[in-house]
């Protein structure tokens, strides 16, 4: 099944990274946020991608190119200039680049994407987030229910500490829990093509009218995922990121 991955964004919210490139390049221990996401829908057996870019896209490109060309054992010719590749660490995948227009909103750079799904069931998240959701699990859900859309819907760790008292004492802090926010939309959508239907074109924000419509059709469900998630709209965002990394625990690396 193939995966496709909204990268076009301005991120204005990361102005202090994303002035120089794009969101999804920002990098967690060395590598962008959008390698993470790509590991961890590849070591569920899904390595096709189509990436749609906008802002600051050339930057993607320069890096997928250099990042299969310059992975691995190298033997370089100075004299001619010629480049022999003796081992290769990149993953195996197929990834398609796809220009989807510098101002474009979510849906009509899913609207763009859809022709690059081989014409069936995909599955596309946002280039900001990483989560241990399991995505044949997902994916199992999908096809249960047979309608067009489903959206995993997560819980985001808390922003503050979690006090209970006793009268004045406090009987328990838990620092951020996980599950003491509502539900909210975690992306790693699986889609059908039909939801192009829902999308009128450039200006529509997949969010608003889209997932309205897909709802009001009784089109849209949701995947509900108790673990981990974790976006990356901020800078505190990405060192919680960067921390967990460093930690040698990172929940979302699901992959050896």
């Known amino acids: 099944m193939k995966v496709g991955i909204l990268a076009g964004g301005f991120g204005t919210r990361l102005a202090e990274e994303t002035e120089v490139r794009p969101k999804p390049m920002v990098e967690i221990g060395g590598m962008p946020i959008l390698w993470h996401i790509m590991m961890h829908y590849s070591h569920f057996g899904h390595r096709e991608f189509a990436i749609a870019l906008g802002y600051k896209g050339e930057y993607i490109k320069r890096w997928f190119s250099d990042y299969i060309a310059l992975n691995g054992t190298l033997t370089v010719n100075a ?8 081992t290769n660490a990149a ?6 680049l796809v220009e989807t227009g510098l101002k474009t909103l979510t849906g009509g750079r ?6 690059w799904m081989n014409n069936g069931t995909f599955m596309l998240t946002w280039g900001d987030g990483v989560s241990n959701i399991d995505l044949d699990e997902l994916v199992a ?3 249960s229910h047979g309608k067009l859309a489903t959206m995993t819907a997560v819980r985001p760790p808390a922003r503050y500490g979690h006090i209970q008292f006793d009268g004045n004492r406090v009987v328990e802090f838990t620092e951020k829990p996980q599950a003491s926010e509502g539900w909210i939309n975690g992306a ?9 239907d829902y999308i009128g074109g450039d200006e529509d924000m997949f969010e608003h009218a889209p997932m309205q419509g897909l709802a009001a059709d009784g089109q849209l469900m949701a995947y509900r995922h108790e673990a981990f998630w974790q976006c990356m709209d901020t800078l505190r965002e990405k060192h919680i990121l960067q921390t967990l990394w460093d930690s040698g625990n990172a929940p979302w690396k699901t992959w050896e």
């Open 79 to 86: 004299a001619t200039g010629n480049v022999r590749r003796h």
């Open 110 to 115: 899913i609207k763009r994407l859809i022709d």
């Open 91 to 96: 993953p195996d995948w197929s990834v398609d």
């Open 188 to 196: 790693f959508f699986v889609l059908e093509p039909g939801v192009r």
């Open 141 to 143: 859900f999908h096809r």
